[in-house]
């Protein structure tokens, strides 16, 4: 099969690398990828949402799949686009159809969509410029810390959670009225802060059947200790120590099930990824947030865990046979350290030459944001590289990643040492 991976992070390096495992892989393209999957794919100068030009890529290269790795050519239909296209109707797409990446694409959509189908999650009001004062007022209503949402995409920085009830307001109208975050904030979902421990659930449906991938939990802070701006994601670690079998059994129950069927209810055609942002509130599971695309850099530690051929599983995702397949997963635990550039996640220099990839042994290394410029690797991101290791549990496997992750230099490199603290 001749492949073709939309994105250039370290998640489509990490799919990449699991495809190029499969013996039915002829040919991997990565659009527009990045210096790692420059190494074991063939990278495409075009953009993600460049739908013209993947077309005629597609077309001209015979390609019999495409994976889409980031949010936003889903959210903006590229789904639809081929199945309105004679011509590419027949070539699956991994990842929904616009209507059903709304899940993602609006908080104010996902949370309708859990209080239809009576799925756990935080109490919450959506504002717009409109009715700003009758935010303030519900903002009143609840305790501190105050949670505000940007409704659209705004690249994982449009959540801020502030302790004080006068800043909270500041914060909500400049949002909604001086457009902190663009069109992104014209809505704005505030909800009852939960105060638990999180984690990630990874489901892959092919419409009907489902997945339950490996769990995972990122750490987001760009501080130790998980404090100052969030980023889009500094480590992971996977399985979650936390997620033992009643837990999972309530998740699967309570929030996976009714999700995979309401999608379906709702005839929200969905073949690809499901990625539940949860919180364990006591013994129960609530939902955060639904992404509809595997996380990044959860997915460097997901799916060197699963053993499956993963062309078979898009393929069953694809014709619709998932439940004919049995997952078969690694029992050890895999951890992933992000390095970043210096001054993220705010401004950053790009460009920074690379040294030390090399020296890195015992490790998986995924290209985040990288290229290659004269022959060398540099730095073309705020997060540069993610260094996946294997251990028996998660301190073990950290302290290799960590070894590695000395290995690497350039000019202002950064990443938390604390990744794991509060497991």
């Known amino acids: 099969m001749n492949i073709l991976i939309l994105g250039s992070g370290g998640r489509e390096h990490a799919i990449a690398w699991k495809l190029n495992q499969s013996k039915k892989l002829q040919q991997l393209y990565v659009a527009p990828g990045n210096a790692g999957t420059a190494q074991i794919a063939k990278n495409i100068p075009i953009g993600v949402n460049d739908f013209a030009s993947i077309r005629a890529f597609v077309l001209e290269n015979e390609v ?6 980031p949010e936003d050519p889903l959210v903006n239909g590229i789904h639809d686009y081929f199945l309105e296209d004679n011509d590419l ?19 104010e959509f996902a949370k309708e969509f859990m209080m239809r189908h009576d799925i756990p999650t935080a109490r919450y009001e959506s504002f717009t410029s409109v009715n700003v004062e009758e935010g303030y007022k519900f903002l009143e209503t609840l305790n501190p810390p105050y949670v505000l949402k940007a409704d659209g995409l705004a690249a994982g920085k449009g959540v801020v959670i502030l302790n004080n009830l006068e800043e909270a ?3 909500l109208r400049a949002m909604l009225v001086d457009e902190k975050f663009g069109s992104a904030s014209s809505t704005v979902v505030i909800e009852e802060f939960l105060d638990g421990i999180e984690l990630s ?27 100052g701006l969030n980023t889009g994601g500094m480590g992971a670690i996977s399985p979650v120590p936390f997620a033992d079998e009643t837990l999972m059994h309530k998740i699967e129950q309570q929030i996976v099930k009714p999700t995979v ?38 997915t ?6 699963i053993k499956n051929d993963l062309v078979s599983l898009f393929q069953a995702v694809a014709n619709g046979s998932l439940d004919k397949l049995d997952l078969e997963l690694d029992e050890r635990t895999t951890t992933t350290v992000m390095t970043v550039s210096g001054g ?31 022959g060398s690797v540099v730095t073309n991101g705020g997060r540069v590289m993610a260094i996946t290791s294997f251990g028996t549990d998660f301190k073990s496997a950290l302290k290799i990643s960590y070894k ?12 938390r040492k604390d990744i794991g603290f509060d497991l």
């Open 201 to 227: 659930v990874f489901v892959l449906t092919d419409g009907t059947n489902y997945k339950v991938l490996p769990t995972a939990k990122d750490y987001k802070r760009i501080g130790e200790g998980d404090t």
């Open 64 to 69: 019999n799949m495409v994976i889409v790795g």
């Open 169 to 171: 307001k500041t914060e």
């Open 344 to 374: 993220y996640p705010g401004n950053y220099e790009k460009g920074k030459k690379i040294k030390g990839i090399e020296s890195i042994t015992d490790s998986l290394v995924f290209h985040a944001g990288t290229t290659l410029k004269d």
């Open 404 to 415: 590695n992750v000395e290995k690497l230099s350039f000019e202002g490199i950064n990443y």
């Open 261 to 298: 069927e309401g999608l379906k209810r709702d005839n929200l055609p969905y073949k690809g990824f499901i990625f539940i942002g949860l919180i364990k509130v006591g013994e129960e599971p609530k939902v955060i947030e639904y992404n509809v695309r595997l996380g990044d850099p959860e």
């Open 300 to 305: 460097e530690v997901v799916l060197p865990r």
């Open 89 to 107: 109707k027949a070539i699956p797409v991994i990842g929904p159809q616009k209507m059903a990446a709304t899940l993602e694409g609006s908080k």
